[in-house]
């Protein structure tokens, strides 16, 4: 149960009064029956009045109640709604193994790559998006969704140690990013691969034969540049090879770019000032917005009950107060 409008229980305090002024009204009414009826009918006088007094007065106050019940915005349950959106679903599939730590990009590969997310989430308004990471394996991280409150706390924590695997496999991602989509998405989904193209596990046109035999676009986003650059941990250690040689992890964009062109997407370098505009461009120009349906679950409001029950009680007020005495009285 939510309610709204919690300030609006302050009306209930207009019960304090209501009660002040029933108790002296019933004192002042009780007093002139006497007179007029005498001391002889005292007890059915009395007995009848009360009982009249007590119900109508209860009735107001009820009316008070379900008036102030409406106004507090009460919220509990839910129902399925059917809707029709105007959106994609993106799914983004990143590379966070170590050599994305590289800083040939300021102020890293990684860093660079989170912040494209991040721009192209904040300007694809009304979608869906899940987040894939991937090292020599790959998890969904985020699922479709359009929370982006969960999105972003996820971004503000990526970073390789993530996962435990070791080496670099871009098919298993992709596939995973594939997998996580609705059945039959279709030409109303896209996915965006980031990635330094450091391809040591996996062949990632497989990946790409199957985003292009379920017509979903893979945008590809090359990160790094191609002379290459030792990979410095957070710690200031730089990786080295088994024989003792540091590791010069350089951009490989050749399969990065395969892999778009085979699924119909395009490729993008992220050293490039213009890579997200030209993302964006490209990802919105995916059907033109198709219209996406769906369901959704919305809270039930339940103001109308309450208003129903206070024309209820505040009928029932007037009934009492209207019904005439018995005729010996």
Do not use: C
């Not at 009306?11 to 002042?28: G, K, M, V």
């Not at 102020?107 to 991040?118: E, F, G, I, N, T």
């Not at 998890?139 to 390789?160: G, R, W």
């Not at 435990?164 to 995973?176: A, C, F």
């Amino acid at each position: 149960m939510k309610i709204n409008n919690p300030e609006a229980i302050y009306l209930l305090f207009l019960l304090i009064p209501l009660f002040i002024s029933a108790t002296l009204r019933y004192r002042s009414g009780s007093r002139q029956l006497l007179r007029l009826g005498g001391k002889w009918r005292k007890k059915k006088i009395l007995d009848l009045y009360l009982v009249k007094f007590f119900f109508s007065t209860a009735m107001l106050a009820l009316f008070i109640v379900a008036v102030t019940l409406s106004l507090m915005g009460i919220v509990w349950g839910q129902k399925p709604v059917h809707e029709e959106k105007k959106g994609i679903d993106v799914a983004f599939v990143l590379d966070i193994s170590r050599s994305m730590l590289a800083e040939d990009l300021y102020p890293s590969r990684l860093d660079k790559a989170v912040d494209l997310v991040r721009t192209t989430i904040k300007n694809l308004k009304g979608s869906r998006f899940s987040i894939t990471v991937f090292k020599g394996s790959a998890v969904v991280a985020v699922p479709l969704t359009e929370d982006i409150v969960s999105i972003e706390s996820f971004l503000n924590n990526v970073n390789p140690s993530m996962l435990s695997s070791k080496g670099t496999n871009p098919e298993i991602g992709l596939i995973r990013a594939i997998n996580s989509f609705p059945p039959g998405i279709g030409h109303n989904g896209a996915i965006i691969l980031i990635s330094d193209g450091d391809e040591l596990e996996g062949n990632l046109m497989n990946g790409a034969d199957l985003a292009a035999s379920r017509n979903i676009p893979v945008f590809t986003i090359g990160a790094g540049n191609v002379e290459g650059i030792p990979i410095i941990l957070p710690d200031g250690t730089v990786i080295k090879d088994l024989t003792g040689n540091t590791v010069i992890s350089a951009l490989d964009d050749m399969s990065l770019k395969k892999a778009s062109e085979r699924s119909g997407g395009e490729y993008f370098d992220l050293s490039s000032p213009s890579a997200a505009v030209n993302l964006l461009d490209s990802v919105r120009a995916i059907n033109e917005f198709s219209d996406r349906k769906g369901i959704r679950f919305r809270n039930i409001e339940h103001y109308r009950f309450f208003i129903i029950m206070a024309l209820i009680f505040i009928f029932l007020n007037f009934f009492i107060r209207g019904v005439k005495w018995k005729k010996d009285f």
